[in-house]
């Protein structure tokens, strides 16, 4: 049987398909609308590799004027080798 490796927004999306609760979530690009949000949010690089965190790639932003910057950031990253093309907010 062969691996399959799915992105945190996929996998998340399967779990919803099967009933199961998740946390809501918007997938960005580099040209989508920054998320309208009220308290702090999480930022995800959607990348197919390990210790995303470690190399900066989960992000925290606390006050609406910082949210815009960390989206640039991740988006100017590699991670593990692979560019930050996506990101889960």
Known sequence: MEDVILYEHEGKALLRQVGLSVPCG?????????????????????????????????????QPTELLTAIERMFGRQINGARVETILA
């Open 26 to 62: 918007q997938l960005l690009n580099p040209t989508s609308p920054p998320p309208n949000w009220t308290g702090p949010l999480v930022l995800k690089a959607q990348t197919l590799s390990g210790k995303r965190a470690a190399e900066e790639g989960i992000t925290v932003v606390r």
